[in-house]
């Protein structure tokens, strides 16, 4: 299944105004079990992070967490960096017509080489190491880059059925994923072998969050690849939908999982 040209049409239909990108980020809060779970850490962490942090966005994508964390203080100085050229670009774009150029700004970078010797006091990587095989030199990049007692917080899927791979044999539903998921705890040692003094990890998209999942993103999706008609269904299929799915995040996002297909991490320099 390819995610990757999904998510750029999405990007382009509402790329055209600061209103339209406005609602993309919204939708996309409503939608994403994950940005439940993110948005719950970033106001957990802002308390324990400097007034006028320096933040990284690795892995911007849509710069829709940027957006958000730079919502939270006018004094925060955010950067994100990203593979893609047109997303960093665009993400310049909206945030100079939103006023927002000063302290928010983006740039095309390869984390497997990105380095800023303690520059950041937070950096936040969401749905990113799934994508990267040499993840152990981003690693080792992202603890260089931040400043002593920083903290990284980190959202990818699990091994325990993430990408919607159950075994080893199946094949990620996002077909630009190198791992279908990481081990609890071999994604722990690999931070702390990376030079992190204490790191904490946990299940989401547990059995609620798995049955939101695939009514607000794998159905939808899979209907997107079968012909672009349901772009003009998809709404409607929401109508429906949302109302259970809704339900479900919230029993996830404040339930405690003895598994579940996506994980939550925090690392200390």
Do not use: C
């Amino acid at each position: 299944m390819q995610y990757e040209p999904i998510k750029h049409r999405v990007g382009r239909f509402f790329n055209k105004s600061p209103f339209s990108r406005k609602i993309l980020y919204h939708l996309l809060d409503l939608l994403l079990l994950r940005a439940w779970h993110i948005r719950r850490e970033i106001n957990k962490i802002k308390v324990s992070i400097p007034a006028t942090a320096s933040i990284l966005d690795a892995g911007s994508g849509f710069g829709q967490y940027s957006y958000f964390i730079s919502n939270g203080s006018e004094k925060y100085n955010i950067s994100g960096v990203d593979i893609n050229q047109t997303q960093v670009e665009d993400n310049n774009a909206f945030f100079k017509r939103i006023g927002k150029a000063e302290r928010v700004t983006f740039s095309v970078a390869d984390l497997t080489t990105y380095k800023n010797e303690e520059a950041y006091d937070f950096i936040i990587t969401v749905d990113v190491m799934e994508h990267i095989l040499e993840d152990e030199k981003v690693f080792r990049n992202l603890f260089y880059s931040l400043k002593p007692g920083g903290i990284l917080l980190i959202s990818t899927p699990s091994d325990e059925g993430g990408s919607d791979a159950h075994d080893e044999h199946d094949e990620s539903f996002i077909g630009e994923h190198v791992r279908n998921g990481y081990n609890i705890n071999d994604i722990q040692q690999k931070l702390k072998k990376a030079g992190f003094s204490r790191t904490e990890a946990k299940f989401t998209y547990g059995k609620p969050g798995q049955i939101s999942w695939k009514l607000s993103m794998k159905y939808p999706i899979s209907l997107l690849n079968v012909n672009k008609i349901f772009f003009v269904i998809i709404p409607f299929y929401f109508i429906f939908t949302y109302p259970v799915s809704f339900v479900l995040n919230l029993f996830d996002l404040y339930g405690s999982h003895q598994t579940g297909t996506g994980l939550m991490v925090k690392a200390w320099k």
